[in-house]
């Protein structure tokens, strides 16, 4: 199903004119929100971090009403997969469109290598999030990070782990990474400039709830590859193992199957509840 403000359209005219500032400038932002059971897991949160986008990044006069509502009405159709929703600038400054769609699930593969490059692009710590307001908004210039991706995959590694200038591990092009030391969960700090992951939240309040032992700390790369295992987070990746980290290779912690059952037991919970 495809909307545009608001409107179904067929799947033919569910386009966006190439004089839109989305398209010449990457001027807009965008949330995916993945389904289970028709649920929209974490629908608040990812509304929450929309907005807050939307106010850095000055789209005025949205109605994020109207798009939950939409967003919940459209998941209620499907089983499993994503809810994408887009609003991007038009060819008049002041003007917007929000796009929605659905998205099948995708099937990743169960462990993933990752090549470790420098972000150039990324404020990687060096700007703090009260100095710079903008850091951190989910745009939908991700040209970089994509880039990163095929970079790391001409190597033949699944995708990319990002650092910053001094080697400290910032994320993944499109995942968030979290790593285990002697059965200690670890999360990169939001003052890295990465992005505030629902996915991080989420793992963060289930060893709250769980019992166990999450510490917000960063770390470098050379320190990374001696850690016990090393994971993938986001919507669509609820632990993915990471068998690889450049020439380093790892075994996978029993840790990290609590963690991915705790992820779907926590999501039937909130499904549960909010029917
Ligand atoms: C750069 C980046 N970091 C982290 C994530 C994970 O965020 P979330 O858990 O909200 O999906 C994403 C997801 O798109 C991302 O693009």
Redesign the pocket.
């Known amino acids: 199903m495809y909307l545009i403000n608001g409107k179904e359209v067929k799947k033919e005219e569910f386009n966006i004119p190439v004089e839109n500032l989305a398209i010449w400038r990457g001027d807009g932002i965008f949330e ?1 929100i993945a389904i289970h059971n028709g649920y929209l897991f974490a629908i608040d949160k ?1 509304m929450e ?1 929309f907005a807050k986008s939307a106010e850095k990044m000055f789209f005025d006069d949205i109605d994020f009403t109207k798009i939950k509502e939409d967003l919940i009405s459209i998941a209620s159709k499907f089983d499993n997969g994503y809810m994408r929703v887009i609003i991007g600038r038009g060819t008049d400054k002041d003007k917007s469109d929000v796009y929605i769609f659905y998205q099948d699930l995708i099937n990743f593969p169960e462990s993933f290598s990752l090549q470790s490059q420098k972000a150039h692009w990324q404020s990687g710590g060096d700007f703090s999030l009260d100095e710079v307001e903008n850091i951190g908004s ?1 745009t939908i210039s ?1 040209a970089m ?1 994509i880039n990163q991706t095929r970079l790391a995959q001409k190597s033949g590694y699944t995708d990319s782990l990002l650092l910053n200038k001094d080697g400290i591990v910032l ?6 990474v979290s790593w285990i030391i002697d059965n200690k969960i670890y999360v990169p700090s939001l003052d890295l400039g ?2 505030d ?4 939240r989420t793992l963060i309040d289930i060893a709250k709830e769980a019992g166990l032992d999450l510490k917000v700390e960063n770390i470098h790369i050379n320190d990374i590859y001696n850690v016990d295992t090393v994971f993938a ?4 990746k609820h632990g993915t193992f990471v068998s690889q980290i450049d020439d380093q290779t790892y075994t996978e912690d029993p840790l990290l199957e609590i963690i991915r059952q705790s992820f779907s037991d926590f999501i039937e919970k909130e499904r549960q509840l909010k029917k």
Not at 197 to 200: A, E, K, N
Not at 233 to 236: E, F, G, I, K
């Open positions: 995916a990812h971090r989910k991700y990070n994320e993944g092009p499109t995942f968030c990465i992005l992951s629902i996915t991080r987070l986001s919507t669509a």
